[in-house]
């Protein structure tokens, strides 16, 4: 746990001019991730349709032979597809919110620099 805090100290800005530079970095990683996300998102929702396009497609007898996932596994699959990464695009965002809050503020550079300390 240590040592990924000594290098996130040492990647940190140390002249508060380096702090705006810092603060574009790291919203622009941010919101590639959440893009990421959304990308996984709706993969797995393209795959879920088709796969139920091709169910309904199947005559009576395949679909009794073929069998369905059960509707338990479907929600298990939904919290871990959908509802966790959604809520992690959602916590991202609003680390960006506040990112761009910093970045934009009258506050002196040397105490925006301080305030860095709360994204780590």
């Known amino acids: 746990m240590t ?4 290098e996130r100290l040492s990647s940190a800005p140390h002249k508060p001019a380096d702090v705006v530079p810092f603060l574009e970095a790291y919203i622009a990683k941010k919101e590639e991730e959440i893009a ?7 993969r797995y929702e393209e795959r879920r349709l088709k796969e139920e396009r091709a169910y309904q497609a199947m005559s009576s007898l395949r679909k009794l032979l073929s069998g369905r996932k059960p509707a338990h596994h479907l929600a298990v699959e939904y919290i871990h597809y959908i509802k966790q990464p959604m809520e992690r ?10 990112a761009r809050a910093l970045r934009d503020s009258a506050v002196p550079e040397a105490a925006k620099l301080s305030e860095l300390e709360s994204f780590r």
């Open 36 to 42: 990421e996300i959304e990308q996984m998102v709706s």
């Open 89 to 98: 695009a959602r916590m991202l965002r609003h680390e960006i919110e506040r």
């Open 3 to 6: 040592i990924m805090n000594e």
